[in-house]
Each structure stands twice: as structure tokens, then as C-alpha cells.
């Protein structure tokens, strides 16, 4: 059977921790087929400094498996790796927190967490998703850009057709993306949130008042570079920036994985 | 802010519902015809089937769900058949209560079940995802870049798929299933060794037909087949249902769906 090896709970200890750490592959299953059609070195290798690959109308093709890099400040060895927009931004950044998200900031550290919605199920968004480990697959198409992400098997559409923001009356976990072309970027514009997520396992908080930029570039065959742009005023005093790599994952795939039945949800402590 | 959920069930069952009407009766071996127009929506356009650069049918859109594919599988057999049961397997559909159904339990639907709900498909010279607004979110991932089956594969909910094409159709043999989810509300299970070779056509641009053969000796005396057709849902979109936010059905289910056969029985 399929065991759900991304959630590690230890039995012991007065405070059960629950450790989501990038996905561990589970049996080698389909995770060393060749992807075809990509530069290769002379060795065999996937040549990931080849030049960015174009769609037939000449725009980038941001296509493709992607692992997330490590950020710029990792969490320094020994501490626990929880997943934090702070990874990506410089030593000592402080985020604009409004007191009261800085209060809410504050509790869901001091509780570690223990009420992400992750742990319940319910998706990593935006950029949460980007944040945490685990591949996602950009399949890009002239009228849609799809992100599939192998964490819960779940995916986000955002559409290139041409259509503008719509209203929103029923405010969604991924919210309503729209996308268009500046140049070699994919800028996609996204509203519609509801305030149930969290932007990272570290517990930034949002409101539905959230608007995020991110804009897309491939500077290479193996690279992909998301700057995410976090404009939320009733959360932070004014829009913030981070900026995530990602390198290209050849000659894999993502797996299967479904968050079965809220298991983990009943080993937080109340 | 206020959860909105019920508001999204609400517009998910309604949507369900008319999704229900469109569903043109009968099943996938009726021949191609244009269904009534329903009120306030287009019937689905007519035209031929679009065509990808390398002439292979391009399958992309947003497609409706098959009503067969829901309460009970049998639906989807030809008319006269019945499923093959194993004596085990007729009495574990019996003993079946509708709220221990995963599908209930926000788990996926695994092969064949339809959600009620649209899905997509997004096809690639190397892949064919299924992107589903219900069954939890998720996707299907179909590989086309001509790997064969692993051995030993690890059992999952949507298996393994291979997908090729035979002419203009596309055929994705799948195995490594694990045995958790059912197959319909009726409860009919089935057991890790399930192969299916699922066969998609798309005859107009409008309509999207399959046969799926389904190979189960663990728990069905023989493979069988069942017969799927739905619409193209013009100017539709997937809209975001997460099951797992507000699931409040399941602790108002009791017994058995009384439209299944083998509760009459």
C-alpha cells in the first residue's frame, strides 16, 4: 500500500511534532525514465545552462518539472527546517507585519504551527507552495498555464486568454489568476483569496485582501526564477518581494500523493 | 471573513444538477448526436474534432461528467449486463455503508468513477493530465513519452498510465491501482490487481466518448466493459472545490444509496 511517507509524527515526547519535510520518494516508480527531447551534455547529463526553450509563437516555455532551490538563508544547521518566506529573502529581513499579524505571526511560531492547514489537508497556496519542497509541474499552453503540484496532487490554472480580473464573490484558496506576457516574464496577477491559508508552514498570515504579482522567467533551459510580490494591507504595512529559484528536475516525475483522511490532524496537541 | 463553503456545495450541486440534464441518456455506443440545447446554454458545438501540430485529436477542454459513472458502475455496462462479481465481492458491496465511501471521505475516485463536477484535459507531446475540479482537486497524470509499466509497481489511487495512440484514439493502460477506493456509490470494490485499458475518442468538437476495460481477477469473474460520453462545456471553467474544508455530509449518510442494484437485491 501507498504510505504516506511526507508526514513524519513521532510518538514520543510530551509535544508530538509534526515534521512535513520534502517529499521522500517512495519505491523507484517511474523516477528514472529519461526525459526525452531535452539538451544533454556530452556525458548524458541534462545540460541545464542550454538556452530557454520557446513555444512555437516565440514565448518562453516555462514548461517543465521544477524543485525549488534552496533560499539565500536557509535555516542554519540544527534548527528545525520549518519552510519560511524568510528563507528566500536576506539574513535579518523583517517583514512590514501590521501588530495584530505580527501578533498572529507570533502565536502560530510559539505554537509551532500546529493549526497549519497542510496539517488538515487543505492546500499549500500561494506562495506557500513555492516555499515548500516537493516538485511542481508547469505545463503551459497558449490559453492556460497549469501548476501541478505533486504535495496533495493538487493544481492552480491560471488563464492567458486574454480576460481581466473578475469579481470576486466566492473568494478561493488559489484564488482567480489572470497571466499575460511583459517581455520574457509571465506576469500573473492573482485576487480572490480567501483568508484561510498561510503564506509559508511558518505562519505568515493573510487576509482576503491579498494580492500577489509573481512574475516568471526561465533564463535558462534548467532554471525558472518566481518573483513574488506580496500586496496585503490589511496584513502588512506596505507590498514586499521575494524571490524564489527553481531548477529544472530531468529524468523524474512526480508521484502520488493524497493527504488520507486527516491523520495527522489528531496528533496535534490541543 | 465568511466561510464561504456551503455557498460553494450549493453551486456545486446546482451545477451538478444541470450538468445531470446535459448528460444525453443512453450510453457511449450510441451514435454521435448533437444533444438538445439546455436552457440559457448553447448545445455543444458540432464541428469536427481540432487537431494538434503533429495531426494527433486534440482532446483539451473542459469536459462535463458521465451520470453512469456515479451511483452504480452497472449503469455504464451495456444494456442486459450485469458486473461480474465474485461471490466476496457481491457481499462486500452489500456490506458497504455509503458514509465509510472514500469518495465521501474527500479521497479520490480513482478509475472510472466520475466526480459529478467538470474536468479538464491538458495535453503535451509527453503527457495527458486530467485536471479535476472535484475528486478532491487533484490531477491524473498519463505518460506519452513511450515508457513502458515499472515492475512492482507501488499501489496508488489514480495507478500508473501509460497512454499511446491507436489512429485517433488514445489509449492509456493503467495498473499499479491501490484497492481503497470504490467504484461507485453502490460500493463495488476492487483489489490491487485491477488493469484497465481506457480507449478516448473525440468524434466531434463537441463530444468526448470511451470504453474502459476493466481486468480485476481478484475481485470479477471476467473483464468487462463500460461505456462513457460526455459534452464539451464551452465557455466553462474549473471552479476550486476543496473537499476537505468543510466536509459536512459525511456525518449525515446513512446505509445504502437506495438506486444501487445490489441494495434492491
Known amino acids: 500500500m501507498m504510505k504516506n511517507l511526507n508526514c513524519l509524527i513521532p510518538a514520543s515526547g510530551a509535544l508530538v511534532l509534526l515534521i ?110 513555492f516555499v515548500h519542497g516537493g516538485p511542481k509541474r508547469i505545463i503551459q499552453t497558449p490559453t492556460i498555464v497549469a501548476i501541478l503540484y505533486e504535495q496533495m496532487t493538487h493544481f492552480r490554472q491560471i488563464f492567458m486568454d486574454g480576460r481581466t480580473r473578475p469579481e470576486v464573490t466566492l473568494p478561493a484558496w488559489y484564488g482567480y489568476s489572470t497571466g499575460k506576457w511583459e517581455g520574457d516574464a509571465l506576469v500573473v496577477d492573482t485576487i480572490g483569496f480567501n483568508d484561510r491559508s498561510w503564506l509559508d508552514d511558518a505562519g505568515h498570515p493573510h487576509t482576503d485582501a491579498l494580492h500577489t504579482i509573481e512574475r516568471f522567467t526561465r533564463p535558462d533551459f534548467g532554471h525558472l526564477r518566481v518573483q513574488i510580490t506580496i500586496d496585503d494591507p490589511k496584513a502588512y504595512t506596505k507590498p514586499w518581494t521575494e524571490t524564489i529559484r527553481f531548477e529544472l528536475a530531468a529524468d523524474t516525475e512526480m508521484l502520488e500523493d493524497v493527504c488520507d483522511n486527516e491523520k495527522d490532524a489528531a496528533h496535534y496537541p490541543k | 471573513m465568511k466561510n464561504n463553503s456551503i455557498q460553494s456545495c450549493l453551486i456545486g450541486a446546482a451545477l451538478g444538477t444541470l450538468l445531470l440534464v446535459m448528460q444525453t441518456p443512453g450510453q457511449g455506443q450510441q451514435p454521435a448526436a448533437a444533444p438538445a440545447s439546455v436552457k440559457g446554454r448553447p448545445a455543444p458545438p458540432n464541428r469536427p474534432a481540432p487537431r494538434l501540430p503533429d495531426g494527433k485529436p486534440d482532446f483539451a477542454g473542459v469536459w462535463g461528467s458521465d451520470q453512469h459513472f456515479r451511483q452504480d458502475l452497472a449503469d455504464a455496462l451495456k444494456p442486459g449486463e450485469n458486473l461480474p462479481l465474485q461471490p466476496w465481492a457481491l457481499k462486500l458491496t452489500k456490506e458497504h455503508l455509503s458514509n465509510d465511501d472514500p469518495e465521501a471521505n474527500c479521497l479520490p475516485t480513482g478509475v472510472p468513477r466520475m466526480s459529478p463536477y467538470p474536468w479538464r484535459i491538458i495535453q503535451t507531446p509527453t503527457h495527458t493530465y486530467f485536471l479535476f475540479e472535484g475528486n478532491i482537486h487533484s490531477f491524473r497524470q498519463i505518460f506519452m513519452d513511450g515508457r513502458a509499466h515499472t515492475k512492482d509497481v507501488n499501489p496508488t489511487w489514480f495507478g500508473e498510465s501509460i497512454g499511446k495512440w491507436d489512429g485517433d484514439t488514445l489509449v492509456i493502460d493503467t495498473i499499479g491501482y491501490n484497492d481503497k477506493f470504490w467504484f461507485d456509490f453502490a460500493g463495488h470494490p476492487h483489489t490491487e490487481q485491477m488493469h484497465t485499458i481506457e480507449r478516448y475518442r473525440r468524434p466531434d468538437l463537441g463530444h468526448l466518448e470511451w470504453e474502459t476495460l476493466i481486468d480485476d481477477p481478484g475481485a470479477y469473474t471476467r473483464p468487462f466493459t463500460v461505456y462513457g460520453r460526455v459534452n464539451l462545456l464551452p465557455n466553462e471553467e474549473l471552479m476550486e472545490y476543496i473537499c ?13 444509496d437506495p438506486r444501487n442494484r445490489e441494495s434492491k437485491q
Request: with cysteine.
Open chain 1, 20 to 129: 512535513c519535510a520534502t517529499p521522500v520518494a517512495a519505491p523507484a516508480q517511474w523516477l528514472k525514465f529519461k526525459t526525452p527531447g531535452i539538451p544533454r551534455t556530452a556525458d548524458g547529463k541534462p545540460n541545464l545552462t542550454a538556452p530557454a526553450p520557446k513555444t512555437a509563437d516565440g514565448r518562453p516555455d516555462l514548461s517543465g518539472l521544477w524543485n525549488n532551490m534552496r533560499g539565500e538563508n536557509p535555516p542554519a544547521r540544527g534548527e528545525e527546517a520549518t519552510e519560511s518566506v524568510l528563507n528566500y529573502m536576506p539574513k535579518g529581513t523583517e517583514l512590514p507585519l501590521q501588530p495584530w499579524a505580527q501578533e498572529l505571526y507570533k502565536q502560530r511560531v510559539d505554537s509551532q504551527g500546529v493549526d497549519r492547514p497542510s496539517g488538515y489537508c487543505l492546500p499549500h497556496t500561494i506562495p506557500d507552495a
Open chain 2, 244 to 256: 476537505q474544508e468543510n466536509n459536512r455530509d459525511v456525518g449525515h449518510i446513512r446505509g445504502k
